[in-house]
């Protein structure tokens, strides 16, 4: 509902299984994982992506403050590791970061 209140198309998916089909329709702007999804984990998701070389900005949330944890997703490629809970706004400003990063990089 945030990302919607702000004019982002978002879609949801209740796990990596199912996020990896909808890929094939195209890759989206900026993707957010959850750490703890059933599944893949969000950074088993993300190196996933990365062994198949896509470069989906990701964004990973999580409940857990692990600094090793947060240095596993930034080596994966993570543009931002989120500490739930979050302000609104700190997830609206990773987003845009991670797609001016994206575009910058094309």
């Known amino acids: ?6 004019s982002l198309h978002a879609r949801t998916f209740g796990s990596a299984e199912a996020f990896l089909p ?3 329709a195209g890759l989206p702007s900026c993707a957010i994982f959850d750490m703890h999804m059933p599944g893949r ?3 088993e998701l993300l190196q ?4 198949n070389g896509l ?27 989120l500490t739930k809970p979050f302000d609104d706004t700190l997830l609206l400003a990773a987003i845009e970061q991670a ?3 994206a575009r910058e990089s094309t």
């Open 99 to 101: 797609t001016s990063s």
């Open 22 to 24: 909808a890929l094939l």
């Open 41 to 43: 984990s969000g950074l």
């Open 55 to 81: 470069q989906i900005p990701a964004i990973i949330i999580t409940a857990s403050a692990n600094p090793r944890l947060r240095e596993h997703c930034e080596a994966a490629g993570a543009s931002a590791f």
């Open 48 to 51: 996933h992506l990365r062994a």
């Open 1 to 6: 509902m945030l990302l919607r209140a702000h």
